[in-house]
């Protein structure tokens, strides 16, 4: 079951972060478009990632489902895609959980929201990810491009990993050969963070 009632493009699977303006976030689509989603509805994401239920996850940031269900909603009508499947019924009650889409979708904000305050993201990094997708390593090369660079990391296994990054996020972030960085791995995505980064909290 879907929230989202209407036409939607289930080949649309690529976004990314363009800009977080106070209480919302522009997401930008492959195929160019801008959106804008409330911040909340990210709060919202990750809760039912953790709850695996819509209704335990509002409870869990403080909104009515009611609430909950149209932030979800005018998302999925505005992105054009589903951001969570829901069940119901059975003996276990039904539940929820997010699409591949709502997924990345909560994943690149976590990504953009690592420049703006790498302590406060850190600590959302490892409880949406388990110790088993963090590989730490060394970079020792990058190969540096215009809009993207590849970056080879050797891990403590030992073993090679190589990732592509943006180059304003490779500059951001401050990594070069030499740098300690923590690989995340989802599915078929990797993403890169400073150690030193990705380490603190906030207080």
Known sequence: MHLFKG??????????????LGRWVEVELDDGRRERCRRELFELLHAIRRSGSISGACRNIGVTLKTGLSWLREAEGKLGFRLVERSRGGKGGGGAE?????????????????????????????????????????VVSS???????????????????KAVVTTQALDSLGIAEGSSVVLV???TDVMLFSAGRIGRRSG
């Open 7 to 20: 036409s939607i493009d289930i080949t649309q699977r690529y976004m990314t972060i363009a800009r977080v």
């Open 143 to 161: 190969v540096r491009g215009d809009v993207v660079s590849l970056v080879e990391v050797e891990l403590e296994v030992p073993q090679r990993v």
């Open 98 to 138: 997010l699409t591949e889409e709502g997924s990345r979708l909560l994943v690149a904000y976590l990504s953009a929201m690592s420049v703006q305050r790498p302590g406060f993201t850190g600590a959302l990094i490892e409880e949406v990810f388990s110790a088993r997708n963090r590989l730490i390593g060394k």
């Open 185 to 187: 791995v989802k599915a």
